[in-house]
């Protein structure tokens, strides 16, 4: 292929790459809330969970207390969004000899995978039913 050839082939695929990540990520579109892979079950939620956890925490050794909800559909936050929504109980170490007090927080979920944590989760967390969650007590450093 001559050099003339080959860069037009080379723009090619790079415009083709282009436009089938824009035409891939439409279904992420917030404004478009009736997709159902919006809000696919997350299937590996205790997992990415405990992931997003060792950012979260300054110390994510020696958790006490931790216990979780199973997902539901419930509003995001802002209240104009439906996610799977699981609520977190836990207390964790306030420095190396002690610890604060019990924290609610709430995982929301984007297309099945993690997507941020919700500080305040007040709506979304009322009436919830914790089950013991272990492997967060478990945390490695």
């Known amino acids: 292929m001559s050099g003339g050839g080959a860069l037009r082939a080379s723009l090619f695929l790079g415009l ?15 404004d478009n809330p009736g997709d159902d892979r919006i809000n696919a079950y997350p299937a590996k939620y205790k997992s990415d969970i405990l992931s997003a956890m060792h950012a979260y925490l300054n110390d994510p050794t020696g958790i006490r207390d931790a216990a979780i909800t199973e997902p539901a559909l419930k509003p995001n936050g802002n209240g104009s969004n439906t996610r799977y929504i699981v609520c977190l109980k836990f207390n964790a170490k306030k420095n190396a000899s002690e610890y604060a007090s019990m924290k609610e927080i ?7 995978r993690f997507d941020q944590f919700i500080e305040t989760p007040k709506e979304q967390c009322a009436g919830a039913v914790y089950l013991p969650f272990p492997e967060l007590q478990n945390l490695p450093p």
Not at 16 to 30: E, P
Not at 106 to 112: D, N, P, V
Request: charged fraction near 5%; aromatic fraction near 10%.
């Open 16 to 30: 083709a790459l282009v436009l089938s990540a824009c035409g891939s990520h439409h279904w992420l579109d917030a």
């Open 106 to 112: 709430a995982a929301s979920f984007l297309a099945g």
